[in-house]
């Protein structure tokens, strides 16, 4: 999945669908670290102001969190939002 330069939704958004997704299908495990925001930048061709907002509303979620001068990490599956 990758962030489309086109669509009306906003790019943070796009990013944090994206890594809920990775989140859901365990590409990216419980209390694993989180790609580094420089890592999504370049991954997706995105500014760094774009992946802070994206990981700031997946903190806001419950998806990941953040401990600072460690990093973020994927939240354990009981803080996760229903899927319903």
Not at 24 to 33: A, I, M, P, S
Not at 39 to 54: D, F, K, M, P, T
Request: net charge neutral; hydrophobic share 35%.
């Amino acid at each position: 999945m990758t962030v489309d330069q086109l669509d009306p939704t906003p790019i943070y958004e796009q990013l944090a669908r994206i890594i809920r997704e990775r989140i859901r299908v365990g590409d990216l495990k419980e209390r694993q670290t989180v790609p580094s925001e420089s890592s999504l930048q370049q991954e997706h061709g995105i500014a760094r102001g774009s992946v802070r907002r994206a990981m700031e509303l997946l903190r806001e979620e419950g998806w990941v969190i953040t401990i600072q001068g460690r990093g973020t990490f994927v939240a354990p599956r009981e803080k996760w939002p229903e899927q319903g």
